[in-house]
Each structure stands twice: as structure tokens, then as C-alpha cells.
């Protein structure tokens, strides 16, 4: 179904430079982002295929290319032989091509051309054996308008949905550059204590309802979901500092911590809000996160003399700035997400509307017929 290819040319992520985006993507062999690092402005005849899948070799981490893209080292180009191959489902195909490489671990193997093109994969077939490509794209599209919809109403529920900027938080992104800044004593804006220290061997993962903290920048440092003993409950709505890794984040619950190294951040004289603790958050790791690192590590007695540059006003921590600035950026996100929302919704609506596909409530979704279909082992 594919032929793998090598990149037309090796682009060092150590000796790049990412622009905005008026170059093209640049694709290496992370997980998150499809794989983008950001955007690189080199020769356009080293760009790889658009309509492509990029794979990272010892990574297993494989994303659907739409447009044509840069690479870094050790990805392969799986370039389609199918005329019908596309957006339409491509994450159809990428869904059990996942599966099909889920026994990969990290050093323990590396996909070669010859491994990736031995290998199978699963896919619904049609009555006369061909590739069912109808079902892919009709299940894909249904998939996609149910999270839309849930999309919609999540908005809706929260109240996100209003993305008008305010006049003062038109201010804040008016005046972020003016800011008068100053030094502050960690210690003068918050109480700082050391967490409890519960060891993941102690733990039932997802055995709860409560966070259980790492000092991990996945996911905002939760690893899982616990019940446990709640005298070691830390409070929350506070700045969780991963106390070997120096990762910081704003937990609003109330969780558990996998290690005493850990500090909890707790907000002095001022109401603590969840705006103005996100902004406070990244003013500490800005301020002193080229201090620390695994082998010098943040603790409770060196904070005590670390200081952390905050936006000013007569004198004080400007707070208010802070909540007005953290909601304005955030409205503007949420603008791009309910657009994007709206815009699917309504390409959907046209698609289906085009191809007369709208359904009654009495016929069968291509959702609950999905373990009825018939699949069949096609080689790569």
C-alpha cells in the first residue's frame, strides 16, 4: 500500500532555524504537535511529499502530512500507492498502523524499510476483498462530528463561547510590553512547603478520583488518578514545582505527590485565581529555570533565597494585570477553537448534504456497526 522512503534530505534539529510561518513544516521524530517542531526555511527541493505519513524509525511515532515538509533525521516517507489515499482517512489507516507497531519499545528494536514494509495491518474490506474505503471515511467523519458537537456544548456549558475581549483585557495585550517589572523574594509572595512523598509502589493506579502528581511535564505532571490515604492530601490551587526536574504547573485540585522533593506554591496576599497563578507560574520558570536542572535540583531552603521577576504596579505585584492578561489570551485561543468548531461542523453538514448521506433515527451508525465489519490483514 506504501513505499518507504527516505528524506531527500537530513535537517539537524540542533543547527536549524525555526522560523514562523512563512516556511514549511519541519517534522522530527517527537509525539505531540503531528510530529512538527515548527517551521524551517531551506531549499524547496529537499521538501518531502504532502499526502504522506511521516514514521520515525526508532520512535514508532508515525502523522499524516497534508502538505509538503522538511525532516529531521531518522524518518521515513510512507508515500501512498492508493489513488484514494487522503485526509479523508489517512487517521483511519495511522489508527491501526499504531496498533499494528504497539509491541515496539524504545532499544529494544528499530524499524527498518525492510521492517516497516514486512509489516500488516488491519483493514475493513468491502465484498469483493477491495479496501473498504467508503467505511473508513464515513466512520472517520462520524467520529469527528460527535467530538465537534460534544466541543460545542463543552463551550456552551462553560461559558467560553464569549470570546469578546473586555476593554481592560484590550488593555492587557495592548500594554504587556510597556509593563514596569521588579524583582520580588520568592518567599514575600508565597508560602512554600515541601509535599508529601507517596511512592508509585504504594499506589493503585486509577484507583481514585484524586490526582497523583509526578514531577513529569506531561500532562500537568498527573500520572494518574488515586485513592489513598487522605492525611497525605496537599491542598491545591497553588503552583506545584516538580522538585528534581524543575517543571512547574497550576494545580487548581487537590492531589497527592509521588515525592517530598516536590513544593507547593501557596499564594500570600492576594485572592489565589486560577488567571493570575497561570501567569505567576511562568514568570517563576522564566526567572529560574537556568538554575536548576537533575543534577542541581530545586529544594525548599534553596527557593528561600531565589527571586522572581513580576509585573508592577505602585510598588506591588500587579495581579491585576496578570488575571486580565491570562484571560485575554485565553479568549483569543478559544476564538480559533469555536471558529474551528463552527467551520467543521459546517463542512460536514455540506459534505453530508452533497452526498445525500443525512440519516434517519432509524438507520444503523457507521459507529455501531463498526465490530460487524470485516477485516482482513493487507501487507504495507
Not at 528494536?109 to 474505503?133: C, G, H, M, Y
Not at 508565597?190 to 509535599?195: A, P
Not at 501557596?266 to 505567576?280: G, R, T
Request: with cysteine; net charge negative; aromatic share 12%.
Amino acid at each position: 500500500m506504501f513505499d518507504v522512503l527516505s528524506y531527500k534530505q537530513r535537517f539537524d534539529a540542533n543547527k536549524v532555524t525555526l522560523v514562523e510561518n512563512d516556511g514549511h513544516p519541519y517534522i522530527v521524530r517527537q509525539g505531540s504537535d503531528n510530529g512538527q517542531k515548527g517551521f524551517i526555511d531551506e531549499d524547496e527541493i529537499y521538501l518531502n511529499d504532502g499526502n504522506t505519513i511521516s514514521f520515525g524509525q526508532d520512535t514508532a511515532t508515525m502523522f499524516y502530512q497534508e502538505k509538503p515538509y522538511f525532516t529531521g533525521d531518522k524518518i521515513k516517507i510512507l508515500k501512498p500507492k492508493m489513488e484514494r489515499f487522503g485526509k479523508d482517512n489517512a487517521q483511519f489507516f495511522l489508527a491501526t498502523m499504531r496498533r499494528s507497531f504497539s509491541n515496539f519499545g524504545w532499544g529494544t528494536s528499530s524499524f527498518s524499510i525492510e521492517v516497516i514494509e514486512n509489516q500488516n495491518i488491519t483493514l475493513p474490506t468491502t465484498s469483493n476483498n477491495e479496501i473498504d474505503f467508503d467505511f473508513m471515511e464515513s466512520f472517520i467523519r462520524e467520529l469527528e462530528e460527535e467530538r465537534i458537537r460534544e466541543l460545542q456544548s463543552y463551550l456552551a456549558v462553560t461559558g467560553l463561547s464569549d470570546y469578546t475581549l473586555t476593554l481592560s483585557e484590550q488593555d492587557a495585550l495592548k500594554g504587556f510590553e510597556t509593563l514596569e517589572w521588579r524583582e520580588f523574594n520568592v518567599t514575600d509572595v508565597f508560602n512554600v512547603k515541601n509535599t508529601h512523598n507517596i511512592l508509585s509502589s504504594e499506589i493503585a493506579e486509577n484507583s481514585g478520583g484524586v490526582p497523583y502528581l509526578c514531577a513529569s511535564a506531561e500532562n500537568n505532571g498527573v500520572s494518574s488518578y488515586i485513592s489513598y490515604n487522605a492525611d497525605f492530601l496537599e491542598d491545591g490551587n497553588c503552583i506545584f514545582i516538580g522538585g528534581k526536574t524543575f517543571v512547574v504547573s497550576y494545580q487548581k485540585y487537590d492531589f497527592f505527590s509521588n515525592d517530598s522533593h516536590n513544593l507547593a506554591l501557596y499564594l500570600k496576599d492576594c485572592e489565589a485565581e486560577k488567571s493570575n497563578q497561570l501567569y505567576l507560574a511562568t514568570c517563576i520558570r522564566k526567572s529560574l529555570a537556568h538554575k536548576y536542572s537533575w543534577g542541581n535540583s530545586i529544594s525548599n531552603a534553596k527557593i528561600k533565597g531565589d527571586k522572581v521577576m513580576l509585573p508592577v504596579r505602585d510598588g506591588a505585584p500587579d495581579y491585576a494585570a496578570m488575571q486580565d492578561f491570562i484571560s485575554a489570551v485565553q479568549k483569543l485561543v478559544i476564538k480559533d477553537v469555536v471558529k474551528y468548531a463552527e467551520d467543521k461542523i459546517n463542512a460536514t453538514k455540506k459534505v453530508m448534504k452533497n452526498k445525500d448521506e443525512y440519516k434517519t433515527n432509524e438507520d444503523k451508525s457507521f459507529l455501531s456497526v463498526a465490530e460487524s465489519a470485516d477485516y482482513k490483514e493487507i501487507p504495507r
